[in-house]
């Protein structure tokens, strides 16, 4: 007989699940999805021993498990705490966890120079999102930011240290996905910054994969800077034949014209697996060089979440429809509108809703899902 | 007279070099444990004596000792904390300058009691001198067949090494020790796993300070239920304290923690009171870290009661009356302190200090320092109190290591029991820049409820 596979039970925010011993707390919440997953600006699921730093993250622990129900005496980061079996985790229902957890927001952003209206991150930076669901309106610092030199490390990626939020996940990047780390944090506090060793060029064939895991603008892609807004741009998924990387991209298009190229990105903004099964990181050529729509097999619009601001202002042809539901409910606002379309898949793929002229029609849906 | 332990033979002339040291008895210990006890009662010995880490946080150390996991064919290790950076602390310094031998000796003894042959002293980098001062003493040692292959023909084989630190006061954390001493940058891990189980190298590993490894001599000597009916309650032994400040007499004075605060700073034994005849207004008690406490918290509890020199009488009251024993590095303040200004010092002290990994810490820090150099200046708000307050809160316990908890506290404790001191500073902006608040009510009896 098989040996049965011993499975950790673990409820978060009063919603219980399975999962596999030496889970994290934060993948346990993963795989249940929506609110109860904390938000995690270091931790990268790809690399190993991220984590732990920015404190977004942290939980209680209201059962340490069924052997031990002790909770917990600390908040704890749950992207670097493991699952016991019968642990009890409190994310959104722990008032304690929601006030540490604006604390952090409030840190993060003390210094941080809210040049969104200027940074080609803005739009799809997580430390806009994290501010906007967690954070205050207004801030208490009344102080000078701290403020650093912009470097450029090599041609192609530009540093913008004043953004930055030490997460580390660049420097796990290039100390795990090139082979020679030449980059890494100097000096140390809040006077810490990312650095090449005396502006060493960054020149490895994988270095550009920082940017994708820089999760604000603090490194972004030169060949791109300044050129457009992310979500006037429109992404598709490509591939083309790269004897150094797996050769899956995202291109970032305005009509035929290429402006950027970047890895593809799961929910949680990570890089996804590429076809093959590892990460998906991609090579400084596919990134850099290949700005030519007939350098790639083009595969169709990639999947962006309604919600994101990137998914706005890709309907050219659009008519805007009287909004009605304030008529109909007697002049109250919505409470609640759910998006279907991302979960049921409705609309055939086949079909660019961006190409349609208005809205679209019952011809356009799967008509085996009416 | 107290009784010494440690310090008893520190004024034998040339007590630093190996054959005076050895003519007092130095090395007795190794003898004993290495040629009549096993490891395991090494260990048990210490557990016996009921000693507690040393470097702050005030641990069992035999229970550490017990935690080390033994897995088959993986080497442990020894590492003995010698960063000493804590303000105020300078204990450690004294007793590796002047009887280097006795740390030495408890090395080798706590050495074999772990199985580590290769030890490790991690030194802070500023004692640039001192590494001399051990690594003579390690060579005589040496020459004298107490370290090396084979040690005392019992086949145990022990080589200890001196590593000088960079610098930075977080490199006496015991993980950002040991990622330091990896050739890492100094940056604290995240835990569990625990150094007893993963540290140097990954294999399992003990750091303890050099006063806790250099008091296992004594404790080997007379053994350790002699050396635990020394002292009081779960305070045993003998205790360095490095007293500063405004007192007649700063220096490193050995207690054997049953006498009372106010004994220690007031008799000619100790400090000879405060310096020029003025009044005591404030004490840190055991390092920058612990929580500073007013006059009247500090020579008797909130309950009325005389509080003595040891670890659980300091911490008497808890956070809300109490402090703790830390490090021993005791900091007096007389009335003509000013509490903002010495609360300001500390702050920009760890917001230097700190890592930078985690954001409260690294962010939270420089905050409050800005905040209260603008009070200091006689720039601040009312509303910079309770902001400073918050603040702090959203630090402590939020953070990887406790540096991030002993940037908070100190905070914590100056407006807990002299926020009147802060507001006055708020409310006399030209004032505060020219007078100090002075005394005032700090050093008052305090109303003691009956009960
Ligand atoms: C920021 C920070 C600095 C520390 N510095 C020292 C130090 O300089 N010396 C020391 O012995 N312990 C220091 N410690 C405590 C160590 O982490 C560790 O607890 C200690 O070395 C254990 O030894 P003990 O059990 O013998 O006290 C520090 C802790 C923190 C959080
Ligand atoms: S540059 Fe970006 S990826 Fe690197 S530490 Fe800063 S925020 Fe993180
Ligand atoms: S608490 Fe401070 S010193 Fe400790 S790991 Fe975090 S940033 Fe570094
Ligand atoms: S995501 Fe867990 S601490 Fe940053």
Redesign the interface.
Known sequence: MAEEKKLFKVTIDNITIEVEPGTSILNAARKIGGDVVPPAMCYYSKLKDSGGKCRTCLVRVAAGSTADPRPMPKLVASCRTNVMDGMIVENITSPAVQEARKGVVEFLLINHPLDCPICDQAGECHLQDLSYEHGAESTRYEFNRRTFKKHDLGPYIQLHMTRCILCYRCVFTADQVTNKRVHGVLDRGDHSEIATYIEKNLNNDFIGNVIDVCPVGALTDKTFRFKNRVWFTKPVDAHRNCDKCCGEVQLWMRGDEVFRVTARKDEYGEIKDSSKGSTGWICNECRFEKKNASDWVIEGLSNISRHSVISQGKYPGLVKPNETVVEVMNGHAPRLMMNIHSVSEVNKPEIELSKIAGPAHSSDFNSNNA | MGVKLLLEKAHVENIRLYDVYRREGGYRSVEKALKTLSPDQVTEEVKKSGLRGRGGAGFPAGMKWSFLAKPEGVPRYLVCNADESEPGTFKDRYLMEFIPHLLIEGLIVSSYALGSSRTYIYIRGEYAWIVDILEQAIAEAKNNGWLGKNILGTGFDCEIYVQRGAG?Y?CGEETALLESLEGK?GNPR?KPPFPAVKGLYGCPTVVNNVETLAAVVPIINMGGEEYAKIGVGRSTGTKLISACGNINKPGVYEIDMTISVEEFIYSDEYCGGIRNGKRLKACIPGGSSVPILPANLLLKTAKGETRYMNYESLSDGGFATGSMMGSGGFIVLDEDQCVVKNTYTLARFY??????????C??????ME?ILLSIENGKGKMSDID?LWDIQR?IE????CPLGDAAAWPVAAAIRHFRDEFEWHVLNPDKCLTENYGLRHYADPIHVPVA
């Open positions: 930075a977080i940058r995240i917001r230097h200090e700190s890592c930078g990994q985690c954001s409260p690294r962010e939270g820090t420089g905050w800005k902001l959203k316990g939020n953070t990887i």
